[in-house]
Structures are given as C-alpha cells and as structure tokens.
C-alpha cells in the first residue's frame, strides 16, 4: 500500500509575531521547514511527498532546492483545512483511494521518526486511521461567561501530527465537512464528523507545534538534544 505524506506549509504565523512566516524562522542552525523536512527524509514514505505552500512563496521553492527528493507543491487555502483539501485533490489524480495519506505540520520540527513509525504501523495493523496524540497532563479548565469549571482531563488527549487516514476516506470526510461549513481544526475531525473510527496513537511530547514566540526556545531545546541524540 502506497504512503504519500502531505505538510501543510502555507499558513502565514500570525500568533509567532515574526515579520516572515513561522516556518521560515531560523531555529539551530536551519528553518522550520528544513528541520521537518529532515526529520522525514527516511520516514516510511513510498509515495508522493506533497509540499502545500502559500501563493508566489518563493521562498519555500528555494528551500525545497536543497533537498535531493522531488517534492511536489500545491497551493494553499484560505485556513489549514483548505490547504489539505488542496493536496488532497492532487493527490486523487494522481494515487489511489486505499493509499495512506499521512498529514504533519510544517510547523512541528521536532517529529520523531520512531513516532511516524508507530502511528503508521497501526493504522496498517488495524486497518483504520489515526492520529499521533498526547495525554492531557495538566488541570484543564472551562470558561464560560466568566464562570469557570475544571474537565475530566482523564480521558482528553491533545491530537498532534502526523495524522494518517486512507486517502479516499480522508478526501470525503474533509470535502462534507467543508460543505457542512464545519470548524475543523484537524484532519480527525473531518473523519470523526463522518462517523469513522479514528484510533489515538501516543507519540513523544517534544513533537511540538510552533505557535508563540515563547515556542521557540523549546524548538531549539528539543532539536538541539535529538541531534546530540543522533550523534551518540
Ligand atoms: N491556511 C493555512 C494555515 C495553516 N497552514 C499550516 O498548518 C500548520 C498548522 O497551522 P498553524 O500552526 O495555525 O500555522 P499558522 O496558520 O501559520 O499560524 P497562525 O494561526 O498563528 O497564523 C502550519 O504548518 C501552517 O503552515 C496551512 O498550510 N494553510
Ligand atoms: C493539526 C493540529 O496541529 C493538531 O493539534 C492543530 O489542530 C493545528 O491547529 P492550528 O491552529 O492550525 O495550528
């Protein structure tokens, strides 16, 4: 069964507050984006590895250039869900409707190819979809008209990527959900608005997301210590 892998790299890093594009940030050395790209280079991807990147980014062409591997680039959309629609259409022409599609942020450089690993080998186990996910390990609280309320953090996860769904039930679930002009903040929850099983795979905290500035220092922290990792 094929594997393409989709990063979504077109969003514009309002909440960072820089004057580029969060994932063109230097961080150890290198940006966002070549650190993602890297720590991908010998996942289990036999298929296409699909760059979705915003219009006339001309910086992310020059970026890909450095990589040997043939990255293709669609453009993206208005929000993450769009952009994600945008390569999955590409991909429809181009795969077939039982390949695996795996989704990862290019704003998370930190993956471990352990975790892509795991989250991919029990999709194909079970066959269904899943996503990497963290337990919850804080006090969750609710605040609803100033009133606020604490969660049964027990059973709540916070969902990461990579997220890896069959590329036609992926395709659908995301198309209805936009129809339904549903608020879909993740590729699992297009496939649980459609009623399909989606499984919670554990990855490694540090596959963290940057978002704030404050992020930053973190990023550094983790991929500073993975590459003394490598090195050991
Ligand atoms: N229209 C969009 C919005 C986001 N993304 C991508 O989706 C990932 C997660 O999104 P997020 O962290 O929200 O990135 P931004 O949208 O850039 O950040 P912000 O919401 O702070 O502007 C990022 O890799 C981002 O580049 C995308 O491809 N297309
Ligand atoms: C997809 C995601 O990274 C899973 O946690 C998250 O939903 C992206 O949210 P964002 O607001 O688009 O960064």
Same mark, same amino acid.
Request: with cysteine; glycine share 6%.
């Given at each position: 069964?094929?594997?393409?892998?989709?990063?979504?790299?077109? %969003?514009?890093?309002?909440?960072?507050?820089?004057?580029?594009?969060?994932?063109?940030?230097?961080?150890?050395?290198?940006?966002v984006m070549?650190?993602?790209?890297?720590?991908?280079?010998?996942?289990?991807v /036999?298929?296409l590895?699909i760059?979705v990147?915003?219009?006339?980014?001309e910086?992310?062409?020059?970026?890909?250039?450095?990589?040997d591997?043939?990255?293709?680039?669609?453009?993206?959309?208005?929000?993450?869900?769009?952009?994600v629609?945008?390569?999955?259409?590409?991909?429809?022409?181009?795969?077939?409707?039982?390949?695996?599609?795996?989704?990862?942020?290019?704003?998370r450089?930190?993956v471990?190819r352990?975790?892509?690993?795991?989250?991919?080998?029990s999709?194909k &186990?079970?066959n269904?979809?899943?996503?990497?996910a963290?337990?919850?390990?804080?006090?969750?609280?609710?605040?609803?008209?100033?009133?606020?309320t &604490?969660?049964d953090?027990?059973q709540l996860?916070?969902?990461?990527?990579?997220?890896c769904?069959?590329l %036609? @039930?992926?395709?659908?679930?995301?198309?209805?959900?936009?129809?339904?002009?549903?608020?879909?903040t /993740?590729e699992?929850?297009?496939? @649980?608005?459609?009623?399909?099983?989606?499984?919670?795979?554990? %990855?490694?905290? /540090?596959?963290?997301?940057?978002t704030r500035?404050?992020d930053?220092a973190?990023?550094?922290?983790y991929?500073?210590?993975?590459?003394?990792?490598k090195?050991?």
């Amino acid at each position: 069964m094929t594997v393409h892998v989709v990063f979504p790299a077109a %969003g514009v890093g309002s909440r960072f507050g820089a004057d580029i594009p969060k994932q063109y940030v230097s961080i150890a050395g290198k940006t966002v984006m070549e650190w993602t790209l890297l720590a991908w280079q010998d996942a289990p991807v /036999d298929g296409l590895k699909i760059v979705v990147k915003a219009k006339e980014d001309e910086t992310c062409t020059q970026i890909l250039s450095k990589f040997d591997h043939a990255y293709q680039t669609v453009l993206g959309g208005h929000e993450r869900f769009h952009s994600v629609m945008n390569a999955l259409i590409y991909l429809r022409k181009h795969g077939k409707a039982d390949d695996w599609v795996m989704v990862h942020d290019i704003a998370r450089p930190c993956v471990r190819r352990d975790d892509i690993q795991k989250l991919l080998q029990s999709c194909k &186990t079970e066959n269904q979809g899943g996503v990497l996910a963290k337990p919850i390990t804080d006090t969750v609280k609710r605040l609803q008209r100033s009133i606020v309320t &604490t969660e049964d953090r027990s059973q709540l996860w916070a969902a990461l990527t990579p997220q890896c769904f069959r590329l %036609g @039930e992926l395709s659908s679930a995301l198309e209805q959900a936009i129809a339904q002009n549903a608020h879909i903040t /993740d590729e699992a929850s297009a496939i @649980e608005l459609a009623e399909l099983p989606v499984q919670l795979i554990e %990855g490694h905290g /540090d596959n963290i997301k940057l978002t704030r500035s404050e992020d930053a220092a973190l990023v550094q922290f983790y991929l500073s210590n993975q590459e003394r990792i490598k090195h050991v």
